[in-house]
Structure formats: structure tokens, C-alpha cells
């Protein structure tokens, strides 16, 4: 069901509600009228003034909280004296602006009639402003001479049509009735009187008291006061009032109006929770701790943590498994990302399958890719770790091999040995340093790189920068003695 809300004049701003909907809305906005003139003496005549235009924005969006500035036309005040004077201008009305032509939504007011000793022309009817629809104003009616005539106020523009214009006046010594607001729909025109004229009558188009009013009817008297009547609510013009002598009084131009009209926006929400559903129907038979206190749209709660997935629907109660086994809920498979890296280690896999009949301590723990440890870790100048070596049956612990490396961990040395004229046969002694983190100092042997003997080892070195010591258990040339004085030399490498 729509709201509709109704401001009147002097009300400058508007606060727009929290349930505005900006897909559902309209704003009329309709000016005020303007007054009737006066006229005294025997060839003068008095018109009626005009009716104020009417204007509608359909849709317009706002932000609900925001102050909206806004101004209700003032109807022209009537005229009262003993000497002609012309009526008064009603107030523009306007909705989101400043002006009428800022405005999303405005309507110009009607002018006031006129007044002298010839024919005069009624009060123009409010011009069209701005909006999506937009009808003008009635015009005050005329007269075609100056002989004691005066004319009823123009209508109010409207939700369907312009204002009527009042009844134009050809008849000496005679007044004539006020326009209809919103070409009939609106409020009736005032009949015309002779001491007083009859008021317009309240337009109706939104409720029994909100709409386009008529104009009021003007008033002639040939012996004494005259006073003509005011238009009806809302926007219409006053009518005119002439005399012989006395005091002549015009009738008012009435206030405008703006209506708002929206269909609320339903929003129940308990901050970032999505809108809670219908209350749930208790079931028979459910333990009260048990049964739904709500239900809720799958994804009306938004549960992350970070990098997690969103929280999966419950997971319903398996039968014969215990509870402590059930699972607590059922995620997607994304829960835990598909990658997650730590470091240089490669993405963790699925959980490994328990292998039965294996104790709980040898259990795989989980299964990971080929490549969760890269196929080339360095370390500064050490070269890449190789596939682990399998384990030799029979062989003690401390003598197994721990991992296979290239057989050219070290570059090749060349090491030249010179033996004196008085040594024969003596044992070829050399120095050789030999250090690294990942073997912890681990001894090689040693054989000729042309024959292939085996002509030494290497003894162990203690720590970094410590030299080991190469130690010959064969003649140099592997398997001959070397005669001095001779100068040996041999290409060695650690296997």
C-alpha cells in the first residue's frame, strides 16, 4: 500500500524516510493562485486572478535520510479598499531545488487579476514547470467593457488537465462565475454574487480534501460593499469584486500543495545478515531445543575467515554412528584452498588413506605431489639434493648411504708429486682440502685418472678450512715403482 504524504505551505525541507523506493514513487507539485483585483465607480471593471499549474516527476531517486529542500506556493492575498487595485501573484512550488527551474519537480503560480476603467484581462494561469507531466493554471475570466463588470478566479492545474478558465464577463453591471480546477475533475468554480461571491470548491483528485481547487466567483454591487469569493483548496485563483461606492474586498488566492506518494521498501535486517525469513511452524512431535526457530535463504549468512570458504548447510545426523564420529558440517571441497604455500614447499594434498594393518606411528601422514620439495633446491654453491637413496639390506645403520650425489661434487684436482734422487719406492703423500655441509666432511677414495688403481683414500676433514690429507697405499703409476729422481703426475677425484 503506498504512503502518501502531503506538504503545505511554509514547509521548506523534507527528510527523505528509510523505506523510500525509488523504483516506486511520484511528486506533484501544485502552485498557489493568485487574488482578484478591485474596482469602485460606475465604468470600472475587476477580473479574477489566475489558478496556479500543476507538475508530476514519476521515479525519482533519493537517498533515504537526505533533507530535501522544498517550497508550497502562497496564495495572493486578496485586496480590500475604496480604489481599484490590481491582485496578487500566488507562490511558485517547487520539490529537490532551489528554484523552478532547478528543481526535478515544479509549478508557477497564478497572477493576480486586473483592474481599471476600461476592459480588462483575468490573471494568467500559471505556466507549466518542470516534471514528466505538467498542465498549466486557468486564467481569471475577462470582461469586454468597463461598466461594473468583474470575473470569476481560474482553476488549478491537475492530475488530468489544465485549470478552466474563469467565465468571461460581456453583460454590464454583472459578475460571473469562477473555473473548475483540473478541467472539472478538480474542484468546482464559485458562483457569482452580488453583495458577496461564492467560494470555489476543494479539489478531491488524491483524497476528500487534497486536489486541484476552482476559482472563486466574482462579485457587483451597485449600492454598497462587495466582497468576492476565495478560491477553493488548493492552487486556485481569487475572483473580482466591483462597486458603485463603499468598500470592495477580492477574493484570496488559495495556498498550493505537494503530494508524495511512494511504496514502502520491506526491509528487515539485522546489519550485514541477509532479511530474516518467515517464522518457522512449530512440527509435532520435535523436542522444543530441537525444532527451526528460523529458516534461512542458503546464503543468508556469509561466514569467512579470511582465505576459507563459506560455512556448508548442516549435515544431517548419520544413524548408528556415534556422535563424537558424525561430522560436524560438510564443506565443499574448496574449503581449505586447493594451494597453499608455505615458503618454497609445494601445495599440500589430499589426507592419505589409512593403510590397514600398518601400525599408527608408520601411517603416511599425507600424500604429496613430486614436486612439494622442488627437483632443484641450492643453497648457495652447493649443488641440487638428489632423489633419496634406497635403503642396502643388511648394511648397519651409520654405514648406510644417506643420499646419492653427482660424482663430480668437487672439481677435479691435479695434484703433482716430485720424489728426490735418494727416495725408491717411498709412499706419494699429498694434501687435499675437502669440506662440505651436506656430506659433513665425508672421505672419499681416491684412483688414477689414466689407470684407474686405486692409489690412496682420503682421511676425513675436522671442520671448514682444515685440510685432509691424502693418503697413498700403491706407487703412484698404480702398480709401478716410481724411480727418483722423477716427478709424478696424477689426476685424482673423490668417488
Known amino acids: 500500500m503506498a504512503t502518501v504524504i502531503f506538504l503545505t505551505a511554509g514547509t521548506t525541507t523534507w527528510v527523505v524516510p528509510s523505506d523510500w523506493n525509488n523504483g516506486s514513487n511520484f511528486i506533484d507539485t501544485i502552485a498557489a493562485g493568485g487574488s482578484g483585483a478591485i474596482a469602485v465607480g460606475a465604468t470600472s471593471a475587476a477580473t479574477g486572478g489566475g489558478g496556479g499549474s500543476w507538475g508530476r516527476k514519476n521515479n525519482l531517486t533519493l537517498v533515504p535520510g537526505a533533507t530535501i529542500n522544498v517550497q508550497v506556493g502562497t496564495g495572493g492575498a486578496a485586496v480590500s479598499g475604496t480604489t481599484s487595485a490590481a491582485g496578487n501573484t500566488g507562490g511558485d512550488s517547487w520539490f529537490n531545488g532551489t528554484s523552478v527551474a532547478s528543481a526535478s519537480v515544479s509549478a508557477n503560480g497564478g497572477k493576480g487579476g486586473n483592474a481599471g476603467t476600461v476592459a480588462q484581462s483575468g490573471g494568467a494561469g500559471g505556466a507549466t514547470g518542470n516534471g514528466d507531466s505538467l498542465d498549466a493554471g486557468g486564467s481569471g475570466g475577462s470582461t469586454n467593457a468597463a461598466t461594473r463588470q468583474s470575473s470569476g478566479g481560474g482553476g488549478a492545474g491537475g492530475t488530468t488537465n489544465s485549470g478552466q478558465n474563469g467565465v468571461n464577463n460581456t453583460t454590464i453591471a ?249 727416495e725408491t719406492g717411498d709412499t706419494f703423500l699429498a694434501g687435499a682440502r675437502l669440506w662440505n655441509r651436506i656430506f659433513s666432511g665425508e672421505a672419499g677414495t681416491i684412483e688414477d685418472a689414466f689407470t684407474g688403481g686405486r692409489i690412496g683414500f682420503v682421511e676425513q676433514a675436522v671442520s671448514p678450512g682444515v685440510s685432509g690429507t691424502i693418503v697413498a697405499d700403491n706407487p703412484v703409476s698404480a702398480g709401478s715403482q716410481i724411480l727418483p729422481p722423477t716427478t709424478a703426475s696424477v689426476s685424482i677425484r673423490i668417488i
Open 174 to 422: 454583472s459578475a460571473t462565475a469562477g473555473g473548475a480546477g483540473d478541467a472539472g475533475l478538480g474542484g468546482a468554480g464559485g458562483t457569482a454574487g452580488g453583495t458577496t461571491g461564492g467560494t470555489g470548491g476543494n479539489g478531491t483528485e488524491y483524497d476528500a480534501s487534497h486536489g486541484s481547487g476552482g476559482g472563486g466567483g466574482g462579485a457587483v454591487n451597485g449600492t454598497g460593499n462587495a466582497t468576492a469569493g476565495s478560491g477553493g483548496s488548493f492552487g486556485a485563483g481569487g475572483g473580482g469584486a466591483v462597486a458603485t461606492v463603499g468598500t470592495v474586498t477580492s477574493g484570496a488566492g488559495t495556498n498550493g500543495l505537494i503530494i508524495i506518494s511512494y511504496t514502502p521498501v520491506t526491509v528487515t535486517s539485522a546489519n550485514w545478515f541477509m532479511p530474516l525469513s518467515e517464522p518457522q511452524r512449530r512440527k509435532p512431535g520435535m523436542l522444543a531445543h530441537v525444532s527451526a526457530s528460523g529458516a534461512v535463504m542458503p546464503p543468508a549468512i556469509v561466514v569467512s575467515f579470511g582465505w576459507f570458504a563459506e560455512l556448508s548447510q548442516p549435515v544431517r545426523q548419520k544413524p548408528g554412528l556415534r556422535p563424537h564420529l558424525d561430522p560436524a558440517f560438510a564443506a565443499d571441497t574448496e574449503v581449505i584452498p586447493a594451494s597453499i604455500k608455505t615458503g618454497w614447499f609445494m601445495p599440500l594434498s589430499e589426507p592419505t588413506r589409512t593403510k590397514i594393518g600398518v601400525k599408527p606411528a608408520a601411517q603416511q601422514f599425507f600424500a604429496t605431489d613430486p614436486e612439494v620439495i622442488p627437483a632443484s633446491l641450492k643453497n648457495s654453491w652447493y649443488q641440487p639434493l638428489s632423489t633419496p637413496v634406497r635403503y642396502k639390506q643388511g648394511l648397519a645403520a651409520a654405514r648406510q648411504q644417506f643420499l646419492a650425489a653427482p660424482s663430480r661434487l668437487l672439481p677435479t684436482p691435479n695434484i703433482t708429486g716430485t720424489m728426490a734422487a735418494s
